[in-house]
């Protein structure tokens, strides 16, 4: 179902937690935990305040949904490049997609979590599958959990949401993906995110 987004949007999400002195142990415990890491070359990206007017957004929630398609389309569908940002990431189908839009001229780049590096349930290590594809692969390791799961198309067109790409997002898992396209400014934001976290990560050369 397309949902076309006709009133100016703002992408905008602000939390409160607690006030007074809850407030500031919260600040407090973020500043205990985060810390940039050295590897970084690049500075946080700002927050973006977008107006999504002329967008078309498409919404699909999991189980018994529609996402491994819609993702599918849309990697078929890329002309230019594919900026991914992936957890956890075992959709053979999806991986294969990207491996096709690579092999057909389109720019594929894929920052994974450090987990992706390492064999599960007697298969090859995630990152190991799509780097032999001849797609760039970067490990995010700076972070706890890499836990995005973006895809940024054409510099205009962006997957997010909850979903993995994973047979168990598809199949199995309470899950939201959204693809909304036509939103080059949204998709500007992730790519400064992705350009970021890339600058945070090291390239994957290998088990």
């Known amino acids: 179902m397309s949902v076309p987004l006709h009133r100016p949007a703002l992408v905008l999400l602000a939390v ?12 407090g ?8 890491s050295e590897s970084c070359t690049l500075q946080h990206p700002p927050q973006a305040v977008v107006s999504l007017a002329g967008a078309q957004a ?10 491994e ?21 075992s959709d053979r189908r999806i991986q294969n997609a ?14 994974l979590d450090k987990t992706d590096v390492e064999s599960y349930e007697h298969h090859p290590p995630v ?14 390791g700076a972070v706890r959990i890499a836990h995005n799961k973006v895809m940024i198309i054409d510099g205009g067109d962006l997957i ?3 979903y993995n790409f994973t047979y ?7 899950e939201n993906l959204l693809y909304i396209r036509n939103a080059p400014q949204l998709a500007q934001a992730y790519t400064a995110n992705f350009n970021w976290r890339q600058g945070c990560s090291r390239r994957y050369a290998g088990p």
């Open 16 to 27: 409160f937690l607690g006030i007074g002195s809850l407030s500031s142990g919260w600040a």
């Open 29 to 36: 415990r973020a500043q205990r935990h985060f810390r940039l």
């Open 58 to 67: 498409i919404v699909d929630f999991s189980p018994a949904g529609n996402g």
């Open 69 to 89: 398609q819609v993702i599918l389309k849309a990697i078929a569908a890329a002309r230019h490049g594919i900026l991914v940002q992936a957890y956890s990431f």
């Open 98 to 111: 990207l491996g096709a839009a690579k092999a057909r001229g389109v720019a594929v780049e894929v920052i």
């Open 127 to 140: 990152a190991a599958v799509i780097a032999a594809k001849g797609i760039p692969v970067w490990i995010d």
């Open 160 to 162: 997010t949401g909850s």
């Open 168 to 174: 168990a997002a598809a199949y199995d898992n309470a």
